[in-house]
Structures are given as structure tokens and as C-alpha cells.
């Protein structure tokens, strides 16, 4: 064993460091292991905002926000959780502007916030539109003044799960090359989402649900992993997000013969409907011949060049750099894209997992409070909360557990597993297989759903996960080999995809995210108000099912 911690946090996005945070307050010897520095996390990229009931732009409080992201979450959302992220929300976002997040401002000086989707209270408090950025950095501020040690470029590879309870992590060395074993009482994924399961995403090359399927090998369910989000305003080819912030600001979405196209599909919230809604409306006008090459209009021309540069300029930024366009001028074409995995690993809301000691906070943990779909603004608004929540926790677990034991078999078993992918010669490249199964899964696991396409789907995952067992990694060094590690995170993503497959088949209605208009359009709570869960057995998923916690709210009819 090369080192031991009272609490190791696998990612350092926003939920990480908030949870190393947390556990380093709490008392405990804690630290943070990252594939990439802390900085470049993905948190970063979010845009528009953090929701917090803060009532500074009219009179909200937690029970509206509550209500909003019960309805918005198709009714899937458990409404414990949901009230503890709305309950929490206002105090956390306070903390972090004491902490130095730079918010935006309303005139007299209070934090201000924006109208998004499926909100019925402009609730988004934001920092112009580089909101992920400004709080990642504070969050890393904080990090460093505590001297909290991170193991930069370390690639997690094994969790340690001994004795029935998980002691730490076996990872690679990306810098040196060669595994190191680091123990700990309590470990805590925060590793974010798998968006690079699909060709047109907004997430990094980093997003590879890493988390969630080494929680899966270690015998933890996935829940709801059917449930990925696409946001409506994504840049053709590359993927690259333009933030719901600009509708929050009051832009149009207009398709090729200039109409407001949303009058047909949500005529009250119009563009502030919720991402589902919004999406599959864009995806009927693309695929009804009235978009543009693939793509509907994203009109902010009659904002004016004062707003779009104080509140969007680095949207103007993306859309002049990645499309060519400035959007003082012209409209900026958009088309929906992977964005958001509502699913993930199964965790209470103290983000504790059916193993000891293991714990999942942010986008790769399900607790759930998005349920089949999240609203803008309560991601970031989760890492922070929950982030928290489950860093005082493995801290206080931690600290009152003593031992902690690396068996020295699993590092050679975890050592020979990735000395035969080294060793071997011949055999194909992992980037086919990757472009396959993400063109593959954008076809036929996307806005829609059918039947015939989803088992197809899972048809071509299994193809795909056996040509992966003769897979070769051309660089056999072992400094920055990021050959490797690409062929490890694309063995991730397989697994990932075929729980999306089997889970997608299971669920016959169409709720939030999971929308199967030609066999099962409507939406079934007699037979589908739960969730699906994923264990891996034998090689293979194996799905069960979990009923949602419902506190306040039944369910109703769900329109914008």
C-alpha cells in the first residue's frame, strides 16, 4: 500500500472538491485523486447558473423550487432528496459567494438571478455565463488553503473492496506510469457523467463514466441509467454547449422559415419549457424537414449588443469561435446533444452506496433528484449540496473505523489485468470501436426511442464489447501513456451503454428523458413510477427495480 487517508475523493470537479472540503472541516486526513488537474474538471464548462430559492428577483422559497424539480423530473425524482437540495440550496450558495464566487448583481447589489426552464421563479443566480468556472476556482482556492494533497494525473482503476467494505483505490500513474495502491476508510466518487457515450455531446473527452463503472464492477447498482439528457442548445459538429441562459435572457428558437416553433409544443413556457420538451420539439421540426442542415435558429439579435456582452459574452465567444457566427449580428444554429446523466450509481441521500465505506456525490452518483429529467441550474446547485453532505459523512464514518487493508492479491490481480492489455501485439485499435458505439448510440438510443433500434443497439454494444477483448494499446511506455487509459475508460463506456440498453427496453412509457413516441407515448405510473436498477452479473447487466420516495407531491399531468 503506498499511502493511507481517512477519506480518498476519486474526480475533483465541483463535487469533489466540495466533499474534500466538507471532510477536511469534519476533522478527517483526506485527499483528492484526479485523472486531470482539479481546474480542468468538467464542472467548469457549466454556464448558466446554480438554483437557489434566494427570492432576491421575487417571491421564491424552497417549497416552489421543490415543487418545480418534482414536476420537472417527470415525477421520477425522490422527493426526499428533492427537498433536502431546495431546503440547503440558499445556505450553500451563500457560502460560496462568502467564499469569493463572483455572482452577477441586480441593481442593489444582491445576487441576481435569471428565469430557466421548468422554473416557475427566475431562481438561476449566475456569474454572467461562465458560472462552473468562477465556482471551480473557488472551490480549488479553498482546497489549497487547506492544503488538501491531490493525486493529479492518477487514473482510478480498482476500487479496493475487502471485508465487504471499500478501502481505498488502485490507480495508475499517469506521470510515472506503474499502479499505486492508496487506502482509505471511506472513498467518495465524484467522477461525473458519461456524455462521451454519444458523437454530438457537450461533454469532455474526460467524461467517461469512469465512476459509475468501477461502482458497477464492484457490485453497486446503477439506477435510472436509461435517463440521459439532451439539451436543446448544442453547436453542430463539435457538441460545444450554448447555455439556456441565453433563453433565460429572453432569446427565440425559430426554425428555418423564421417561426417560434415552441407555440406548437409548449404555447405557456415557450422557450423556458424543460430541456425533454424542448429537445424532442427541435428534433420533430429537424426531422419534419423545417430545421436548417440538422439544425434550428438560436435568435438573440433582438437582445442587443449591451445585454449579449454583459450577461452572454462568452457564449458570443463559443458561437463566433465553433460556428462562425456572432449572435449580435445573426442566429446562432443549434441542435440538441448528450448533455446530462440524470442516472447513475444508487445512493441514499447521505450518498452512501449498498457497500461500506463507498459513497457517489454530483453527476455520477443517482440519488435522485432529477429523476427522469433535471431542470438547468440544479446540477451545479447538487455538486455543491450533496458534495457536502456525503464529505461530512465518510468523514464521520471514517473516524470512527480504524483499519484499513490493500490484500496484496488484488494489486497482482489489478496489475496482471493490465499487464495483458500492455503485452498484447495484435489486434484492433480502441478509437473504431469508440466512434462506432458513440455514432451507434446518437442513432439509436437518442432523443427518441424505439423499440426495433434499442434492441438493435444492444445487438452492436455486445459486438463492440467483444471485439474489445482483443483490443491493443499501441504505446507500451509507461509515461503520459494516454493510449491506455483511453482503452481502459472505452471498456467503461461499454459496460455503461449496455445498463442504457437493458434499462431503455425495460421502461415501456415514455417519461422525461426516455421518450418512445411510436410504441408507448404516454407516460405509465401504474406500472413505471420506479426506478430501474443495474447490477452487473456474470458479465452481463441484470436489471430490478425500486420504488420512488414520495413525500408532498402526486403525480399530474405534466405540461409547459
Known amino acids: 500500500m503506498d499511502a493511507v487517508h481517512d477519506v480518498v475523493v476519486i474526480g475533483a470537479g465541483c463535487a469533489g472538491m466540495r466533499a474534500a472540503i466538507e471532510a477536511f472541516d469534519a476533522g478527517a486526513d483526506v485527499a483528492l485523486l484526479s485523472k486531470i488537474h482539479p481546474v480542468r474538471s468538467h464542472s467548469g464548462a457549466a454556464e448558466g447558473g446554480i438554483n437557489a430559492a434566494l427570492g432576491n428577483a421575487s417571491e421564491d422559497d424552497p417549497e416552489k423550487h421543490a415543487f418545480d424539480t418534482v414536476k420537472g423530473s417527470d415525477y421520477l425524482g425522490d422527493q426526499d432528496a428533492i427537498e433536502i437540495l431546495c431546503n440547503e440550496a440558499p445556505g450553500d450558495v451563500y457560502q460560496l459567494e462568502q467564499w469569493g464566487a463572483v455572482f452577477s448583481r441586480t441593481a442593489d447589489g444582491r445576487i441576481a438571478q435569471r428565469p430557466f426552464g421548468a422554473a416557475g421563479e427566475p431562481r438561476t443566480a449566475y456569474a454572467a455565463d461562465i458560472t462552473g468556472h468562477v465556482l471551480i476556482h473557488v472551490l480549488y482556492e479553498q482546497v489549497m488553503k487547506r492544503d488538501i494533497p491531490t493525486y493529479e494525473e492518477f487514473f482510478a482503476w480498482k476500487l479496493v473492496v475487502d471485508d465487504?467494505?471499500?478501502?481505498?483505490?488502485?490507480?495508475?500513474?499517469?506521470?510515472?506510469?506503474?499502479?499505486?495502491?492508496?487506502?482509505?476508510?471511506?472513498?467518495?466518487?465524484?467522477?461525473?457523467?458519461?456524455?462521451?457515450?454519444?458523437?454530438g455531446t457537450t461533454n469532455a473527452y474526460a467524461c467517461t463514466g469512469d465512476g459509475m463503472a468501477l461502482a458497477l464492477q464492484s457490485g453497486v447498482a446503477l439506477k435510472?441509467?436509461?435517463?440521459?439528457?439532451?439539451?436543446?442548445?448544442?453547436?453542430?459538429?463539435?457538441?460545444?454547449?450554448?447555455?439556456?441562459?441565453?433563453?433565460?435572457?429572453?432569446?427565440?428558437?425559430l426554425n428555418k422559415d423564421g417561426e417560434r416553433f415552441l407555440v406548437r409544443y409548449a404555447p405557456n413556457a415557450m422557450e423556458l419549457a424543460s430541456r425533454d420538451v424542448i429537445s424532442r420539439a427541435e428534433q420533430t421540426e429537424i426531422d419534419n424537414g423545417r430545421g436548417l442542415d440538422g439544425n434550428v435558429l438560436l435568435d438573440l439579435?433582438?437582445?442587443?449588443?449591451?445585454?449579449?456582452?454583459?450577461?452572454?459574452?462568452?457564449?458570443?465567444?463559443?458561437?463566433?469561435?465553433?460556428?462562425?457566427?456572432?449572435?449580435?449580428?445573426?442566429?446562432?444554429?443549434v441542435r440538441p446533444g448528450a448533455h446530462y446523466h440524470m442516472g447513475g450509481v444508487d445512493t441514499d441521500v447521505w450518498g452512501?452506496?449498498?457497500?461500506?465505506?463507498?459513497?457517489?456525490?454530483?453527476?455520477?452518483?443517482?440519488?435522485?433528484?432529477?429523476?427522469?429529467?433535471?431542470?438547468?441550474?440544479?446540477a451545479l446547485m447538487e455538486t455543491i449540496t450533496f458534495g457536502k453532505r456525503v464529505g461530512r459523512h465518510a468523514a464521520e464514518w471514517a473516524q470512527s473505523h480504524t483499519t484499513v487493508a490493500v490484500p496484496p492479491s488484488l494489486e497482482v490481480s489489478a496489475e496482471e489485468e493490465l499487464r495483458t492489455l500492455l503485452d498484447r501485439t495484435e489486434g484492433e485499435r480502441p478509437?473504431?470501436?469508440?466512434?462506432?458505439?458513440?455514432?451507434?448510440?446518437?442513432?439509436?438510443?437518442?432523443?427518441?426511442?424505439?423499440?426495433?433500434?434499442?434492441?438493435?443497439?444492444?445487438?452492436?454494444?455486445?459486438?463492440?464489447?467483444?471485439?474489445?477483448?482483443?483490443?491493443?494499446?499501441?504505446?507500451?511506455?509507461?509515461?503520459?501513456?494516454s493510449d491506455l487509459t483511453q482503452a481502459l475508460e472505452l471498456g467503461y463506456l461499454l459496460e455503461l451503454a449496455e445498463c442504457m440498453v437493458v434499462s431503455g427496453l425495460a421502461r415501456k412509457e415514455s417519461r422525461g428523458a426516455h421518450a418512445r413516441p411510436h410504441d408507448y407515448p404516454d407516460r405509465d405510473d401504474e406500472n413505471f413510477l420506479r426506478h430501474t436498477?443495474?447490477?452487473?452479473?456474470?458479465?452481463?447487466?441484470?436489471?430490478?427495480?425500486?420504488?420512488?420516495?414520495?413525500?408532498?407531491?402526486?403525480?399530474?399531468?405534466?405540461?409547459?
Open 164 to 199: 465487504e467494505r471499500c478501502q481505498g483505490v488502485i490507480a495508475w500513474d499517469l506521470m510515472h506510469g506503474g499502479l499505486h495502491s492508496i487506502g482509505a476508510k471511506t472513498t467518495i466518487l465524484a467522477t461525473g457523467g458519461a456524455g462521451r457515450l454519444y458523437t
Open 301 to 333: 439579435r433582438h437582445l442587443g449588443a449591451e445585454r449579449i456582452l454583459d450577461r452572454l459574452h462568452g457564449t458570443r465567444e463559443l458561437s463566433m469561435t465553433f460556428a462562425g457566427v456572432d449572435p449580435i449580428y445573426e442566429p446562432i444554429p
Open 352 to 378: 452512501q452506496t449498498t457497500i461500506d465505506g463507498l459513497y457517489a456525490a454530483g453527476e455520477v452518483a443517482c440519488v435522485s433528484v432529477h429523476g427522469a429529467n433535471r431542470l438547468g441550474g440544479n
Open 533 to 560: 436498477l443495474v447490477t452487473w452479473e456474470d458479465g452481463a447487466p441484470r436489471l430490478d427495480w425500486k420504488p420512488v420516495t414520495m413525500t408532498k407531491w402526486q403525480p399530474q399531468e405534466r405540461t409547459y
Open 431 to 481: 478509437w473504431q470501436i469508440r466512434d462506432e458505439l458513440a455514432e451507434t448510440m446518437h442513432e439509436n438510443f437518442g432523443v427518441f426511442r424505439r423499440e426495433d433500434q434499442m434492441l438493435k443497439q444492444g445487438e452492436i454494444v455486445r459486438a463492440l464489447r467483444e471485439r474489445y477483448e482483443s483490443v491493443m494499446v499501441d504505446d507500451k511506455g509507461d509515461v503520459f501513456n
Open 224 to 253: 435510472d441509467m436509461e435517463m440521459m439528457q439532451f439539451h436543446p442548445t448544442t453547436l453542430a459538429p463539435t457538441g460545444v454547449l450554448i447555455t439556456e441562459g441565453c433563453r433565460g435572457e429572453g432569446a427565440f428558437l
